[in-house]
């Protein structure tokens, strides 16, 4: 199984860098995604790791510590419109299986 | 079509209804996938087809959860004697393969039992 932990709210001010954190447990390890999404919309896709690392696209950046079993999204120079929730993921690694196990998801909200 | 498109965006039933909800995944996707998203939660794994086969149904929560996608493109998700416990928005999403890093998710449906 999986188990998947990540802060339920966080705040932040408009121009700075936060991090969240994700910590998961499982039993079989394919990939990390992070997703965002807006209040009532669907999660879009942000990124994805399957190697210990740094991810980077343009604000945003993933890292991956496999042998941690932890993660953190990080975003910087925030806007007002980065207020969402975000979800940690992992897929699990048994053959087919391509089902994604989410956390309960962050809720950041940026303030002026 | 652009997107995973998903209808109704809301429905609202009576205990004990019956319900359908439709996916219809970004055309060419092979892979699909239903979530149940409840308030304040993540998105829970339902089922996964690839193609018209249901590969994976090991989320579905009881046997009143059923879905199909019988020529591979659309699927419907139908819930028997709803619950109240069954209220919660379902997400729909696919890719191009079962494999790949990015899923597209539809808007979903909110579903509401009362």
């Known amino acids: 199984g999986q188990n998947i932990d990540q802060p339920t709210e966080m705040t932040a001010t408009e121009g700075a860098i936060v991090q969240i954190n994700c910590t998961y447990q499982t039993s079989g390890f394919n990939g990390l995604f992070w997703y965002q999404q807006h209040a009532g919309e669907a999660p879009t896709f942000l990124s994805y790791n399957v190697l210990d690392g740094l991810e980077e696209k343009g604000r945003f950046s993933s890292f991956l510590s496999r042998s941690k079993g932890y993660s953190y999204l990080l975003l910087k120079e925030l806007q007002m419109k980065d207020s969402a929730s975000y979800l940690c993921?992992?897929?699990?690694?048994?053959?087919?299986?391509?089902?994604?196990?989410f956390g309960k998801g962050t809720k950041l909200s940026v303030i002026p | 079509g652009a997107g995973v498109s998903q209808s109704p965006r809301y429905k609202v039933a009576k205990r004990g209804q019956d319900v359908a909800l439709r996916c219809d995944p970004i055309s060419g996707h092979v892979s699909l996938f239903w979530y149940q998203q409840a308030l304040g939660q993540g998105p829970e794994f339902l089922t996964y087809?690839?193609?018209?086969?249901?590969?994976?149904k090991s989320g579905l929560p009881s046997d009143r959860f059923f879905a199909e996608r019988p020529e591979g493109s659309v699927s419907t998700l139908k819930i028997q004697r709803t619950q109240q416990e069954d209220s919660a928005v379902y997400l729909c999403a696919s890719s191009q393969r079962g494999g790949d890093m990015e899923l597209f998710f539809g808007s979903g449906t909110q579903l509401s039992v009362l």
């Open positions: 993921a992992v897929r699990d690694s048994g053959a087919g299986s391509y089902q994604l196990t």
């Open positions: 087809f690839q193609n018209e086969a249901q590969l994976d």
